[in-house]
Every structure is written in C-alpha cells, then in structure tokens.
T-cell receptor, first 114, second 111 residues
Framework: GAGVSQSPSNKVTEKGKDVELRCDPI?????LYWYRQSLGQGLEFLIY????????KSGLPSDRFSAERTGGSVSTLTIQRTQQEDSAVYLC????????????FGPGTRLTVT | EDQVTQSPEALRLQEGESSSLNCSYT??????LFWYRQDPGKGPEFLFT?????EEKEKERLKATLTKKESFLHITAPKPEDSATYLC????????????WGAGTKLIIKP
C-alpha cells in the first residue's frame, strides 16, 4: 500500500515568511509524529497526535510552530515568521495500533530559510 | 535519564568486509528497540524491532541482536548499496509513544 507522503519535498522561503508543510500518513494509522532533522544531526521530536486525544506538543521549539491534524488523517505543520535556524528537514511518521511500535517515515520536506 | 548512544559515528569498510554497529541504551524497562536505515535526502526506513534480550532478526546481509544493555547490527559481506546512516531508537515502558533516538552511524562501503 501507499506509504507516508509529504509535500512539498523542498521549500525555500524568505526569513519572516510563514510556511505550511503537509503530511499524509499511511491509511488507518492513528498515530502521527513530526520530527526535525538538522544537517548531520539526529531526530528531534516536535509533536505527536493520537486519534482524537490532545496532541503532545512538548517538542515544539517555540510558539512560532504549530500543527494540526484534521479528521484524524492529514496533518499540517505551520512555521510562522521563519528564521534561518528553522532550516532543516522536517519528517513525518505514522504508526499503527496493532501492538507494534515501529514508525514509518515519509520522505521529508527540506526547508531552507534565506 | 534514558539515552541511546551509537558507535562508531562513521565506519568505512571495503566491500565484503564484515563488521558490526553498536547501539548502547539506558532505559527504565525496554518496550522495544528499533533499527532504521536512512539514505541521503530520504526519510528513515524501518529495518527491525527487537523486544527482549536474546532476540535476533535478519534481513539479507543484516542481523540485529539485543542484550539488556546494547544492540548490535551485524553486516555480513557488505556491498556498496549498504552505504547509509543506520539509526537506533528505543521505547521505554514509561512511554507508549515516544522514542529516544541515537545520532546514527554513517556506514560507507567502498567497492
């Protein structure tokens, strides 16, 4: 079946502009994660959604970052007033609820703030 | 504090030269340990989940093993296409969704 998809694959934006990144999880997966990966660095947890429960936003680095998940499926990560330090690859992952804990990742969105 | 340490940071091997990557972890009760492969410009690709000490899993030239303190990813007779960054992550019993990620080992296989 189809995997996790993300769009756009690349985004170049000017400092101060807002950006929206989209994630379409694997069909039927109720858990969805956003991560940030800076060049040569590990994965930094941003936010977690599970079904209709309140999301865990503990990893969001500032109030410029927000995310929503509509209808328990597609998710959008929004970064307002982008800064150069926001440049990174933003990864989305989804996970099923069959008792297995592995996450399946999308290809990522490479964000460059100029 | 829960943590995951991967070593070495980078490993260069000749094609056919077998070796192992290490993932040491500290967690209050292990729910699962995960290995992923990440190619440049792509998202991590799931390889294995290990749940308990003594467990082993294999896929082609890769074999993952688990003890109470660490996991090894053994690569037998690697090929250049095995070149990638290998990531390890653990999930502790105190969380039903958060993973703790290692920084990865960059593996380069020279023909």
């Amino acid at each position: 079946g189809a995997g996790v998809s993300q769009s756009p694959s690349n985004k170049v934006t000017e400092k101060g502009k807002d950006v929206e990144l989209r994630c379409d999880p694997i069909s039927g997966h109720t858990a969805l994660y956003w991560y940030r990966q800076s060049l040569g660095q590990g994965l930094e947890f941003l936010i977690y959604f599970q079904g209709n429960s309140a999301p865990d936003k503990s990893g969001l680095p500032s109030d410029r970052f927000s995310a929503e998940r509509t209808g328990g499926s597609v998710s959008t990560l929004t970064i307002q007033r982008t800064q150069q330090e926001d440049s990174a690859v933003y990864l989305c992952a989804s996970r099923g609820t069959s008792g297995r804990y592995e996450q399946y990742f999308g290809p990522g969105t490479r964000l460059t703030v100029t | 504090e829960d943590q995951v340490t991967q070593s070495p940071e980078a490993l260069r091997l000749q094609e056919g030269e077998s070796s192992s990557l290490n993932c040491s972890y500290t967690v209050s009760g292990l729910r699962g340990l995960f290995w992923y492969r990440q190619d440049p410009g792509k998202g991590p690709e799931f390889l294995f989940t290990l749940y308990s000490a003594g467990e082993e899993k294999e896929k082609e030239r890769l074999k993952a093993t688990l003890t109470k303190k660490e996991s090894f990813l053994h690569i037998t007779a690697p090929k250049p296409e095995d070149s990638a960054t290998y990531l390890c992550a653990v999930q502790g019993m105190d969380s039903n969704y958060q993973l703790i990620w290692g920084a990865g080992t960059k593996l380069i296989i020279k023909p």
